[in-house]
């Protein structure tokens, strides 16, 4: 039997395993240097990245096109459905009037009536008129203070109102005798309520107007231009219905009416006389 010597084996055992690692080992590869283009490749990766983009904006520019002529198209679309629907819609007939409404006369010729927007006028005729083929029945009204001819259809006389009576009259003097009632807003503000007042042909509230913008004595000198074109309005179509009312002349009724409201023609005609006088003087004496 031959001697195994442990020194041996030991030695082959530790060769066989370095022989195994070499052959794993591979060998270490140097960093490579990177390949250098040449001028010709480098301008044609120029020209196709810009052909690329100008590729790219015409697709976007392309699609926003799209985008507009889509929707010209379905607007196109809605509005001549639109079109088509109202053609088929069934239109209405329209039936020609050849003659208007008519209602019962109220009143008749020669009648005293309060129209709103003019004040007291007279019937004068009743007449029966064609107007765009359209038969009309109408009062002609005459005011004379405005020397003026009015035409009211008879289906529109709920616009007139009879002449007030005494009572009324009467009522309307106890107003004027009253203390006025003036708001402290603004003129233009009381202007238009003024207006309205007048406009709307009511005896009271005409009464009311004279009483609030009665200056008395002082009418003249203290009122507005404005002031005093309103008063004289109200003041005239109160003073032309109180005299057919009372069946009286012109200057009797007047000076009733200056009676209840405390106003005297003849004073304040002497005071501005008296006044200019002043100021001639005055004027004199400064040259």
């Not at 810009?50 to 904006?57: A, G, L, M, R, S």
């Not at 007048?198 to 009464?207: F, N, W």
Request: charge should be positive; hydrophobic fraction near 30%.
């Amino acid at each position: 039997m031959k001697k195994i010597s442990l020194i041996n084996t030991l030695k082959k055992t530790f060769k066989a395993k370095k022989v195994s690692k070499k052959k794993n080992i591979k060998p270490l590869v140097k960093n490579k240097k990177p390949k250098t283009l040449s001028k010709s490749k480098k301008t044609k990766i120029v020209t196709k990245l810009k052909k690329t983009k100008i590729q790219k904006k015409s697709n976007t520019l392309i699609k926003s096109k799209q985008l507009k002529i889509d929707k010209k198209v379905s607007t196109d679309a809605n509005e001549n459905l639109h079109r088509i629907s109202k053609n088929n819609e069934q239109k209405p007939e329209i039936k020609k009037v050849k003659k208007q409404d008519t209602e019962k006369k109220e009143y008749k010729v020669k009648d005293y009536v309060v129209y709103p927007k003019h004040g007291v006028g007279q019937i004068t005729e009743f007449k029966k008129l064609n107007i765009g083929g359209i038969d009309i029945e109408a009062y002609i009204l005459k005011f004379e203070k405005d020397k003026a001819n009015g035409m009211v259809p008879v289906n529109k006389q709920s616009h007139l109102r009879p002449l007030a009576t005494i009572n009324q009259v009467n009522k309307c003097i106890s107003i004027l005798k009253s203390k006025p009632k003036i708001k402290r807003s603004m003129w233009s503000r009381r202007a238009q309520e003024y207006e309205a007042k007048i406009s709307s042909g009511k005896i009271y509230e005409l009464a009311e107007v004279v009483r609030d913008l009665n200056k008395g004595d002082d009418l003249m000198v203290d009122q507005s231009y404005s002031e005093r074109q309103l008063f004289e309005k109200a003041y005239d179509r109160i003073l032309t219905e109180f005299q057919i009312v009372l069946n009286m002349n012109l200057e009797d009724t007047q000076k009733k009416l200056d009676k209840a409201l405390k106003r005297n023609l003849e004073k304040q005609v002497q005071k501005l006389e008296n006044k200019s006088i002043q100021e001639d003087i005055s004027a004199e004496v400064a040259e």
